[in-house]
């Protein structure tokens, strides 16, 4: 099961995702609100901590996390202060009940990860898309339009039409046709 810890939070965050099952983790940290106690209410324990890349926003709460619940942070670049662990271009994680492949998909900050499960049909996308083809920021530090393309185009060709959730870094979640708001994000980052 995934749930936005942030739903609803008034204060600038990132959303932060639950995962539950075999695996709980949480996805991102966000920010400026209880974070902690928002995983409580829903379970007793983490295993880690997966950061789509590490703005302010997604790993404001971060150490508090990983004290409350003595757990690592796992992402892309272990060169920044917080990320525990490197997960690798490609490379397989369990985030719940289900594997998930890492996409290395720069251009919103060069550490930027996206996760997809082909048998969960759900894409973690970050802040690279959102939905009605809104795209991530590249007029921050390590922002590039074109890499974000690329990496948009790059996580088009990895899921399959027929995806089911997409969940984002801000915003809602998308559950209705969510390859077409990718689709739409990569001809609006185009057109910008």
């Known amino acids: ?47 880690a901590v997966i950061l789509t890349h590490t703005h302010r926003d997604h790993v404001g709460n971060l150490a508090a996390v990983k004290d409350a619940f003595d757990v690592d942070a796992w992402g892309y670049d272990t060169a920044i ?5 490197a ?14 492949v890492a996409l290395h998909t720069p251009g919103h900050k060069n550490d930027h990860l996206c996760f997809h499960s082909e048998t969960a049909s759900v ?3 970050g802040d690279l898309v959102f939905q009605n083809g809104s795209f991530g920021r590249t007029d921050l530090e390590e922002g590039d339009r074109g890499t974000l393309i690329e990496s948009i185009d790059r ?20 559950t209705t046709d969510p390859y077409d708001h990718v689709e739409l994000s990569a001809q609006m980052a185009r057109q910008a």
């Open 1 to 47: 099961m995934i749930t936005n810890l942030a739903q609803g939070v008034q204060a600038f965050t990132s959303n932060v995702f639950l995962v539950t099952g075999d695996r709980p983790v949480l996805i991102d940290t966000g920010a400026n609100f209880d974070a902690v106690d928002a995983v409580r209410s829903r379970v007793d324990d983490l295993e």
């Open 81 to 85: 202060e917080g990320v525990d662990h």
């Open 87 to 100: 997960i690798a271009d490609e490379e397989t994680v369990r985030l719940g009940d289900d594997e998930y």
């Open 123 to 125: 894409l973690f996308a």
């Open 155 to 174: 996580v088009l060709e990895r899921i399959d039409p027929d995806l089911a959730e997409m969940h984002t870094g801000h915003g809602p979640s998308v």
